[in-house]
Structure formats: C-alpha cells, structure tokens
Nanobody, 124 residues
Framework: QVQLVESGGGLVQAGGSLRLSCAAS????????MGWFRQAPGKEREFLAA????????TYSESLQGRFTISRDNAKNMVYLQMNSLKPEDTAVYYC?????????????????WGQGTQVTVSS
C-alpha cells in the first residue's frame, strides 16, 4: 500500500510555470507506475501523464502538446509534474496516482491509490 500527498499548486499567471510534487510513503514506491490526472470544475478527471517504475518510460496526453513533463526520484519516493506555458484552461485540481500494473495506463479506474489533490489556478 502507498499513501500519496501532492504539493506545489497555487496561483500563476498565464504563460508561467509550476512544478507539482507528489510524496509517497512506504518502501514499495519503486514497484508502482505513477500517473498525474486533473479535474476541472464540472468536468471528468483527465489523464495527463504516466511514468514507469524505473522512470525509463513515460506517456502523455496528446492534448498537452509537450508543455508538461513527468519525472520521478525513487530514492526520495517522489514524482513530479513540470508544467510550462500554463493556460487558464489548465486550472484544475491535480492528482497523482499509483498503479501496480506493468504497463503505462491512462484510465482513472486502473489506478490503485490516489492523493488528495492540489489546486492549480492560472489567471489570464
């Protein structure tokens, strides 16, 4: 089992950058693929990015157009989401999640553990 806590959200102007962090508890962090999702008001939770156990593979939502980068540090039990060129439509609650499978997955229901989320607000 793993517990996840996101941080790094806040208010930023359009065009700015933020780096979200997700701290994982437990000694089994490196056995999970990790993902980032977001949920805007009135919308469904949306897949953003996922990274493999060893950090060697990553996959992204095509809608991001290369603006976001996922990374992890297994020695620190951390996963990150670097977000650049932020837009007002990026405003949402951002969640990290852990997946025990051996493939990178994009569906919310495939993930086993979730953090509580961190709010990102992008002003125009």
């Amino acid at each position: 089992q793993v517990q996840l806590v996101e941080s790094g959200g806040g208010l930023v102007q359009a065009g700015g950058s933020l780096r979200l962090s997700c701290a994982a508890s437990g000694r089994t962090f490196s056995t999970y693929n990790m993902g980032w999702f977001r949920q805007a008001p009135g919308k469904e939770r949306e897949f953003l990015a996922a990274i493999s156990r060893d950090g060697g593979r990553a996959t992204y939502s095509e809608s991001l157009q290369g603006r976001f980068t996922i990374s992890r540090d297994n020695a620190k039990n951390m996963v990150y989401l670097q977000m650049n060129s932020l837009k007002p439509e990026d405003t949402a609650v951002y969640y990290c999640a852990a997946d025990r499978s051996f493939v990178l997955r994009r569906v919310e229901g495939d993930y086993d553990y979730w953090g509580q989320g961190t709010q990102v607000t992008v002003s125009s």
